[in-house]
């Protein structure tokens, strides 16, 4: 192989690796930055440590609207179960002596086959037809998605819904595939952390 040949070939395998490289910086820096504006805005604590590879995996806790909350960076399961990849997780304390229980994912062709058997509609088209619902109690389910939890998860359906909201115990749960890495994912994480406590007091009554 010519010398020549050689010098010309170096550049064009090294260089898709160096523009990798400057994308995953940018990406890790726009974690960092997304988990010190929840910090600073609702004066949670933040742990920076946590790193896998070359990632930040970030967490932050507090107190906001008197309910213990938490943003995690975890690795787990993706909604449909078939792959192991960084997820957002983010949970809110809810009082819940019942044990009521219900998950909400996207509707779409990929979720059908997984979530749509014993799924509960809302009889909303519009909202029904952007979300599958389960729940142990169909009919306080709708009674807790009335108009304005609706209208909220509309919000962050627009925003590119692509995870998992649920309720198993006495915590509400939000969890998505990928780091706190954009402003709409951000954004996400914001309206739901909203809606759970909007949700949580309205079960106090419900």
Known sequence: MEAKFIFVLIPVLVLPWVVLYFIMLASNKKVVSNFNKLKEKYELHTDFSKKVGMKNHPNAEGIYRNRSIKVESVIKDSVDGKKITPHTVLSVDCANSEGFTFAAVRRNRKNAAEFLHGSVLVEDNEFDNKFILHSNNPDKLKKIFDFNTRFKLDQVH??????????NGNVLQYSEAGLLGTDEALMRTELVMHEFCDIAEVMRFN
């Open 158 to 167: 627009k925003l590119g819904f692509e995870g998992k909201i649920s309720l």
